[in-house]
């Protein structure tokens, strides 16, 4: 478990690190703002040193974070998620159905006169969740197999339908409701590649530790001494990634305040009706407060790094189009954080369930 997971299984109390977590990551996204604002040479460092249009800075970031809450995974429990279909379907439908055209709906009636950032929310809403993701779910007491398998569903999805789905709803549908259309040109290279970075490198770590560790030392050793060790390097990931990725964007945010603010309003609404539905819906299906939670932190976040890359690749890094991209994360990640409370607040609805042996 994560510390925040522990606590609260142990009593309901959160550790110092957990409690704070809130004024942490608000105190990483000024930080890094602040860095790109004020050394704008340091974005310009950052942004340099990338391949295939993958930031690795924000890459290592997210191995750093992701790969401890993977490391915990008991990837031998994993046919038990698989065959729950409830799940799976209801992931794959809330995901790659409803989250699409719930944000394709808000683009519209809140961005009707401007086109770029209409296009940018609706990128955003076909990119879905396969990174930070887990450590929310994890903050949160989520099923960490669950997460695990839901996010690898996602990274198959993402390679298969992202070019199609963007074909839909900037092309396709806007002609047949008569509105305005716009293309995408999107490489399946450079979403597979997104992919294998961001999931793929962590999850292989994650799962050869395990496998090696526990061949080596026994599953004792490795859960009560050394998952203990690695546990915190996933909110110092967190923390790092954040700052990374705000000093990359802080000039364009603190530049276009109005337009940030138009660009959020959307953003907001699609962020709390994708959770809440999501949530209030497992919980209708009979799934429990681990699975239900994790359904509703897969479904409701998104891959902001390829919605970045790929706004900036196809319209440019001055574009309107990115600039919506980068004010998902800044919208996505404390919402996110605040919901990582509401779900351990909505635990109480939930009959408790059995400890993993």
Not at 59 to 76: E, F, Q, S
Not at 112 to 127: C, E, S
Not at 277 to 286: I, N, Q, W
């Amino acid at each position: 478990m994560s510390a925040t997971a522990e606590a609260t299984a142990a009593g309901g109390r959160l550790s110092t690190l957990d409690k704070y977590l809130p004024v942490w990551i608000g105190a990483a996204m000024l930080a890094g703002i602040a860095l790109g604002r004020w050394i704008p040479s340091v974005g310009e460092a950052l942004n340099a040193i990338q391949i295939g249009g993958v930031s690795l800075p924000i890459a290592a970031g997210l191995l750093i974070m992701m790969y401890p809450v993977l490391a915990k995974v008991r990837y031998d429990k994993l046919d038990s998620v698989t065959a729950d279909k409830r799940l799976l379907v209801s992931s794959i439908v809330l995901n790659w159905l409803i989250g699409p055209a719930l944000m394709f709906a808000l683009a519209w009636i809140f961005l009707p006169d401007l086109p770029a950032f209409r296009t940018g929310l609706i990128i955003v809403g076909l990119a879905r969740c396969i990174a930070m993701v887990i450590i929310w779910n994890d903050l949160a007491c989520g099923d960490r197999e669950a997460a695990a398998v839901l996010v690898a569903l996602n990274s198959v999805f993402q390679v298969i339908a992202f070019g199609a789905l963007g074909w839909l709803y900037l092309d396709a549908l806007p002609r047949w409701l008569g509105l305005d259309a716009t293309g995408l040109d999107v490489s399946g290279w450079e979403i597979a590649l997104n992919v294998a970075v961001f999931l793929g490198v962590p999850l292989a770590a994650g799962y050869l530790t395990r496998r090696i560790g526990e061949r080596r030392k026994g599953r004792d050793w490795y859960e009560s001494r050394f998952l203990p060790k690695i546990g915190p390097f996933a909110l110092y990931g967190l923390l790092f990634t954040i700052v990374v990725l705000f000093a990359l964007q802080g000039e364009a945010i603190l530049g276009r305040p109005m337009d940030v603010v138009r660009i959020a309003l959307p953003l907001l609404v699609y962020f709390a009706l994708m959770w809440a539905g999501s949530f209030a819906f497992g919980k209708a299906v009979g799934l429990g407060y681990e699975r239900t939670t994790t359904l509703a932190f897969t479904a409701a976040g998104n891959n902001f790094e390829l919605a970045i890359a790929v706004a900036i690749a196809t319209f440019g890094a001055a574009s309107g189009q990115a600039l919506a991209g980068v004010v998902g994360p800044l919208i996505e990640v404390p919402v996110l954080v605040g919901l990582v409370y509401v779900s351990l607040w909505a635990r109480r609805f939930f009959r408790p369930s059995p400890l993993a042996a």
